[in-house]
């Protein structure tokens, strides 16, 4: 992958960057964060309380890729066959899959800790093997499969917990706060000139290209060169996580992978054709924040895990 290919790949991510802005008002990083992931072929875990343009940010994401979306409304009652798809049988006699909404290329699983273990482990299997098996046939999923999980951060009743394996399956955790005054004036000012979430044409966002150059892209994210110092920096900090006295539970080698794919993703989006160190400090704390936990006795002081990783990130030497 020359330079030059790296460079026109990084212009066509700021096409859709520019589009995710124009919709979702004053949640920049949240918007960047989504983009790396989908470049590096990652699964998001978005955290924020209702109404802050979760859904609609990947909605317009989708949109501005020209990619199939899907709303999956999780919910304690929801079984694995819901999501995956059944076998049913034709007037042949003949037994034929019908695709759950997990045959889709953006996923939206909606208030994910509401489901039950059973239906979070076929999902499980989704985002790890992007295949799904019903009645031990197995389905791939679209090439562009990703899903973006929601939850809320304040409400526990009725949710289960998600267990460490499948926190560990999403690239990035991305936590979206409130706007600040003058971003919710602007979005008052929007609604008045005729915008509605729930209405894709108001949105005023076209598809910024076709299909061939979204896998270009991608392919091209994967080309963006990593440095030997650089691997070491990114190996180091994730090991770090393991030994600081703040965390009871480090991050794990997938987490080290993750890392390097999300710094490749993010030094595209600069159109840069190398990694730096700043790109892995960039994404460390959306790369690690969901794979770490807390000591209880910190926990109870207010330590967060994203407090706790500052100190680790501020820790490790950074290469010259």
């Not at 609604?191 to 076209?206: I, P």
């Not at 996580?241 to 390097?260: D, F, K, W, Y």
């Not at 969901?290 to 490790?316: C, F, M, N, W």
């Amino acid at each position: 992958m020359t330079p030059d290919e790296i460079r026109t790949a990084g212009t066509h991510a700021h096409q859709v960057l520019e589009r995710l802005r124009r919709v979702v008002l004053g949640q920049e990083a949240a918007a960047r964060d989504v983009l790396v992931a989908i470049l590096a072929r990652g699964h998001v875990l978005l955290e924020g309380v209702p109404g802050t343009a979760k859904t609609l940010l990947v909605r317009t994401l989708s949109r501005a890729l020209g990619l199939d979306f899907r709303r999956i409304q999780f919910t304690p009652d929801l079984m694995p066959s819901d999501i995956t798809g059944v076998n049913l049988l034709t007037p042949q006699g003949e037994f034929r899959f019908r695709p759950g909404p997990l045959f889709a290329d953006l996923v939206l699983a909606d208030e994910i800790n509401r489901a039950p273990a059973k239906t979070q482990a076929a999902l499980l299997e989704a985002m790890q093997e992007r295949s799904v098996t019903v009645d031990g046939t197995s389905h791939p999923l679209s090439a562009a499969f990703t899903v973006f999980a929601t939850q809320n951060p304040i409400e526990f009743e009725g949710t289960y917990p998600l267990p460490e394996a499948e926190l560990d399956r999403f690239l990035l955790k991305v936590v979206i706060g409130y706007p600040d005054a003058a971003t919710e004036q602007g979005i008052l000012a929007r609604v008045l000139e005729g915008f509605e979430s729930d209405d894709e044409s108001t949105y005023g966002v076209d598809r910024a290209f076709d299909a061939a150059t979204f896998a270009a892209m991608r392919r091209a994210t994967r080309g963006v060169r990593v440095e030997g110092q650089v691997q070491q920096y990114i190996a180091t900090l994730v090991r770090a996580t393991r030994a600081n006295v703040s965390l009871t539970m480090g991050a794990s080698p997938r987490a080290t992978v993750a890392l390097l794919k999300a710094s490749q993703a993010a030094a595209l989006l600069d159109g840069r054709p190398f990694v730096t160190p700043d790109d892995v400090k960039q994404c460390a704390t959306a790369v690690l924040r969901h794979r770490v936990v807390v000591a209880p006795e910190l926990e109870i002081e207010g330590v967060t895990s994203d407090k706790a990783l500052e100190g680790v990130i501020q820790g490790v030497e950074i290469p010259k």
